[in-house]
């Protein structure tokens, strides 16, 4: 069986050629390709992929002009030549096997689509607690393919993935709407219509997590956008997980503004305002303590989980701009 691999870009010159890299040192005996979609980057990502794929014929680019992940994802996948189509994104690198050992579970499964663990590796102290806070369920929420641990079987989704072409088609791609959580509302249009999810803990692809408070900040706060689209639009997916965290911004920021103001206009009810903060500084402190990590990285996790927890929540407050 042969393989489709396409990758959407934008603003990755620091780990597009390591991405594509790991992807052509795949041990796998059927034809592989890489379809690189480029959208409009500040940095020399269009230069590195054109350069990537003159050095081998394997590899081919298209323009994706919006920049938007699943326009890059469709143009890729009208671009390619096989039935198999294997996602990868410039933050992700595969282990070594993970395109013969995804294929082999296609058959094995039945599945339209199959995927592992999101394993977050970060290089400095900072996107090191980046990573650790991606891995725990403190950080994210405990998401199964964030886990090493979780049981292979049936899954709600999954990340990135490797699918069956025609499975694809048949709930007519990813949604061009969706700029971001795009691979959930995928993977629920196609278990809706009748297809399996398959998540293996065998698969692992290393994700490189953002470098910098404010890049983590953007990155959270467009999440939390998309997941109040996902539950706006199926409103039978809201859980827990999606909710706790612009309920942690009501009660926890909101609370404690409003009792610091109390306080100064010397309100005798001002101090309880302050206990869903004082619960959620708690709850930081055991996270922190919690977590597994280095002591570099240690000092930066309450900030990097605050960070996460407070934009995530304020972009699901907010909704998507129109």
């Not at 350069?51 to 996948?77: H, K, Q, W």
């Not at 980046?130 to 403190?138: E, G, R």
């Not at 061009?176 to 803990?201: K, S, V």
Request: with cysteine; charged share 20%; proline share 6%.
């Amino acid at each position: 069986m042969s393989v489709s691999v396409v990758m959407p870009v934008r603003n990755e010159e620091l780990h597009l050629t390591a991405a594509v890299e790991r992807v052509l040192a795949q041990e796998f005996d059927g034809e592989l390709e890489i379809i690189i979609a480029v959208g409009p980057s500040r940095d020399d990502t269009l230069a590195i992929a054109h350069s990537l794929a003159a050095g081998d014929e394997r590899i081919s680019v298209v323009d994706n002009p919006s920049g938007f992940t699943p326009a890059g994802l469709n143009r890729a996948i009208e671009h390619a030549s096989h039935d198999v189509i294997v996602r990868v994104d410039g933050h992700g690198e595969l282990s070594p096997g993970y395109i013969a050992r995804a294929v082999a579970l296609l058959e094995e499964t039945g599945a339209a689509n199959v995927g592992g663990v999101m394993d977050a590796v970060g290089r400095t102290p900072f996107e090191r607690a980046v990573a650790a806070s991606y891995n725990s369920p403190y950080g994210l929420g405990g998401g199964g393919f964030h886990h090493k641990d979780t049981p292979a079987g049936p899954a709600d989704t999954v990340f990135l993935g490797v699918f069956r072409r025609h499975a694809l088609e048949d709930v007519g791609g990813f949604d061009e709407t969706m700029h971001r959580a795009q691979d959930w509302e995928l993977n629920y249009r196609l278990r809706r219509a009748g297809h399996l999810i398959y998540f293996c803990p065998d698969l692992h692809v290393t994700y490189r997590p953002r470098s910098t408070y404010r890049a983590l900040a953007k990155q959270f706060f467009l999440t939390g956008n998309w997941r109040r689209e996902v539950v706006r639009r199926h409103p039978e997916t809201a859980s827990l997980r999606y909710l706790a965290p612009p309920v942690a911004v009501i009660l926890g920021f909101g609370g404690l503004g409003a009792g610091i103001v109390g306080l100064l206009l010397r309100f005798r009810w001002a101090g309880l305002l302050l206990v869903a903060p004082t619960v959620y500084c708690l709850f930081i402190l055991l996270a922190t303590v919690k977590i597994p990590a280095d002591p570099a990285a240690k000092l930066r996790l309450p900030f990097v989980l605050a960070v996460m927890h407070a934009c995530w929540g304020v972009g699901f407050l907010r909704g998507p701009i129109p």
